[in-house]
Every structure is written in structure tokens, then in C-alpha cells.
């Protein structure tokens, strides 16, 4: 069976992260991975006013949950299509001031939003911030990777831990978005995420400046010993893990509080601060999940994040409100441990390809967030909310899948000649 080829070279500015961890004695770059995770917790902030909003927006303009969903699918597949082909771009172009400009796009969109008076500028709106976001994750999480010292399940679960953390404010602060034009207030949060990636602008345009210097020094990456088509098996297996991971989520993000709300009767105020706490749990279990990786191997990490979910997520349509709330938690924690193992294991398969790995996932999840609200919307109109989170709840079972991935952590290695 032909083989990928064992070692293939790499130019110190074409490597992306794996030269830079030998600066300053590989040393985390722990200032800008500091800047670039709290830029993710701004920018992940203000997309999750978007499902927090869903309940104001349905009241205001009459909506069905189809058409709640087929603003989630806006922001979703903008991302999604986007993503990708930015970090195919940028690998081998690096913009190190187009994470301030993918910013000043979502700035754009948050301001129309708050002006919006119909429902297609609100569909507009979403579409200008997943455009934003399309931009925003690739290139962070590139910038992660060159700050992670090589130790890139942490860089990744830290740079996450800001756009869980992000997410989870959103809605608890969206509790305080009365009316529609309040949402124009949050435009000083993307100013400030702009000139934040300004200054990682410039600490990353040095950084490819010192790359292209040293680029007569070659790093020879071993690619693992598996053929092309055990990787690209592998690579389905992911996705497909992703796909489970974020059909689920969008249940949860999207439908969340309307199932709380319907099913017992609280609050929306009430709604949004469950909503807060499972987004909360989710922050938790990403930070937890990169130095897990790390030391114990990323493969058991993506087994016991995906699979172990499907007990609690199997009892949560039958429990009460208070054991909705204890299972939430236990459900945010362990399934979001899995992106960033999930991230680094499929770096490890294509070395090399940081932005255009990274690109994929992020825009895979975000799509199939995208979809997943938009079918589970049109799916709670013909059913109910109720029926949805039955179907869901057996979606980590496809977990199972993780059993045929190869332990690529003991089959590749990297030397320097």
C-alpha cells in the first residue's frame, strides 16, 4: 500500500508554529496567546448575542422557529464556506493585520443588526458576522499555534477557553439587552478587539520577518507512517466526531432556553442564566481538555469527551429543572473537551497545514451548527422542542467511530537538521 512520503522539508516561515517553539528557549509566548484568547472571548462575546437575542427577535418581527433557525444558518454557513479557504490562503500568504480587519466586518454587522427593521437585514447581519468569524478563527488559532511553545494542546485549549468564556457572557449580558437598538452598545467591544489584533498585527509581522530571515535553516516534519487514504479515513472519522459534537451543541444553543421555557415554565431572564451556566461548563471543560491531551495522548481524550457524553445527554429530556441543570454541566464539560484534541490530532496527521486544519474544523463546526439550528428549528415546528432533544440525545453515540482512529501520537516525530 503507497505511504505518504516520511519526511518532508519545510521552510522556518512556511512551518507556521512547529520553528517557533524553539525561540527563547521554547518558551510559551504567553503575552500574545494571552492577547489572542482574550481577542477570541471578545469576538466569541459578540456572536453569541445572536442565539441570546433569538426570544427578543421572534417577539419583535413575529418569527417561526424555522426562520429563528435560518438566522443561526446565516451566521453559520458564511463561517463555514469562508473559513477554510482563508486558512488555505493564508498558509501560504500570511495577513498579519487581517484578524483586525476580519473584526471591523463583525463590527459592521453588530451595527446594522441594532438597526436592522426587517427580517432580511437581520439575515444580512448574521451573514456579515460569520464573515467576520470566518476570518477571525483561522488566523487566531495559527497565532496560537506559533505562541504554544509545542505545547499546542494547551495553546488551543487556552485560545478556546476565551471563546467559550466569551459565549457563556453573551447571553448573561444579553439579559440586559432590552430592546434592539442596545445591541449598537457592544460595538465599543469589537473597537476594542480591533485594536487589540492590531498590536498581535504587529508582535505577528515581526515574527514572519524573523521567520523569513532564518529560512535557509530547514526542519524536516515526519509525517506519520500511514497511507493517504488510513489519513483521509481518519480525517472523515473527525469530522464526523465534529459532526455529533455541534449538531448537539446547536440544540443546546440555540433551543435551549425555549425548551426550558415551555418544558417548565421559567422565566426568560431565568432561561438565559441556565443558558449561561451550560455555556459556563463548556468554557471549563475546553481549558481542561488541551493539557489532558497533552500528557495522556489526544486519541483517549476525543474517546471519553465524545462517547461519555451520551449518558447524560441520554437522561437530560427526562429529568427535572434542577437535574437539567446538574446533567447540562456535566454535558458541557466533557464533550467540549474534545476540539482542541480533535484540532492538534488532525495538525499531527497534516503537518504543516495549521491554518487550513484549522479552517476545516472551525468551519465544519460552525456549519454544522448552522444546519443543525436550522433543521432542529424546522424539526421543533413540525414536532416540538421536546421531540428535539429526544433526537438529539442519541448523537454522541456516533462517538463510537473514535475506536478506528490510528494513535498517530506514537507514529510521528519532528527533528530539525
Known amino acids: 500500500m503507497k505511504t505518504l512520503a516520511a519526511e518532508e522539508e519545510f521552510p522556518a516561515g512556511e512551518s507556521t508554529g512547529e520553528n517557533a517553539g524553539n525561540n527563547r528557549d521554547d518558551q510559551t509566548a504567553f503575552a500574545i496567546l494571552s492577547a489572542i484568547a482574550f481577542s477570541h472571548f471578545l469576538n466569541d462575546s459578540i456572536q453569541s448575542l445572536l442565539p441570546a437575542l433569538y426570544p427578543l427577535f421572534k417577539d419583535s418581527f413575529a418569527l417561526s422557529f424555522t426562520q429563528v433557525g435560518l438566522i443561526s444558518l446565516a451566521f453559520h454557513l458564511t463561517s463555514s464556506f469562508l473559513q477554510p479557504l482563508v486558512g488555505f490562503y493564508t498558509d501560504r500568504n500570511p495577513k498579519p493585520y487581517l484578524l483586525a480587519i476580519g473584526l471591523s466586518v463583525t463590527l459592521v454587522g453588530l451595527l446594522l443588526l441594532s438597526l436592522a427593521g426587517n427580517y432580511p437585514l437581520i439575515i444580512l447581519s448574521a451573514a456579515l458576522v460569520g464573515t467576520g ?102 480525517i472523515g472519522i473527525l469530522l464526523a466526531l465534529i459532526f455529533s459534537k455541534y449538531f448537539y451543541i446547536a440544540s443546546l444553543g440555540s433551543y435551549y432556553t425555549f425548551y426550558l421555557i415551555q418544558k417548565f415554565g421559567v422565566s426568560v431572564q431565568s432561561a438565559q442564566i441556565h443558558l449561561f451556566v451550560l455555556m459556563a461548563s463548556i468554557a471549563a471543560g475546553t481549558l481542561i481538555g488541551g493539557p489532558v491531551g497533552d500528557r495522556f495522548g489526544r486519541r483517549i481524550v476525543i474517546w471519553i469527551s465524545i462517547l461519555g457524553t451520551a449518558p447524560f445527554s441520554l437522561l437530560l429530556p427526562h429529568a427535572s429543572l434542577f437535574w437539567t441543570g446538574v446533567l447540562s454541566v456535566f454535558i458541557g464539560v ?84
Open 133 to 234: 468569524s470566518a476570518v477571525f478563527h483561522p488566523e487566531a488559532s495559527r497565532i496560537a499555534h506559533l505562541a504554544s511553545g509545542g505545547r499546542h494542546g494547551f495553546a488551543q485549549s487556552f485560545f478556546q477557553l476565551g471563546g467559550n468564556a466569551g459565549s457563556s457572557l453573551g447571553p448573561l449580558v444579553a439579559v440586559l439587552v432590552v430592546t434592539q437598538p442596545h445591541i449598537a452598545w457592544f460595538s465599543l467591544v469589537a473597537l476594542l478587539a480591533i485594536l487589540v489584533l492590531s498590536r498581535v498585527g504587529k508582535w505577528y509581522h515581526a515574527k514572519l520577518a524573523l521567520m523569513s530571515r532564518g529560512a535557509r535553516s530547514q526542519t524536516r516534519v515526519v509525517r506519520p507512517a500511514l497511507s493517504r487514504k488510513r489519513i483521509i479515513g481518519a
Open 334 to 417: 466533557i464533550l467540549s473537551s474534545a476540539f482542541s484534541a480533535i484540532l492538534v490530532y488532525a495538525q499531527a496527521l497534516i503537518p504543516g497545514k495549521v491554518g487550513m486544519i484549522a479552517g476545516l474544523f472551525f468551519g465544519f463546526a460552525f456549519g454544522m451548527g448552522g444546519i443543525g439550528s436550522a433543521l432542529l428549528g424546522k424539526l421543533a415546528d413540525s414536532t416540538s422542542i421536546d421531540t428535539v432533544f429526544h433526537l438529539c440525545a442519541f448523537l454522541p453515540l456516533i462517538g463510537l467511530l473514535t475506536i478506528f482512529l490510528p494513535d498517530v501520537e506514537q507514529r510521528s516525530s519532528r527533528k530539525t537538521t
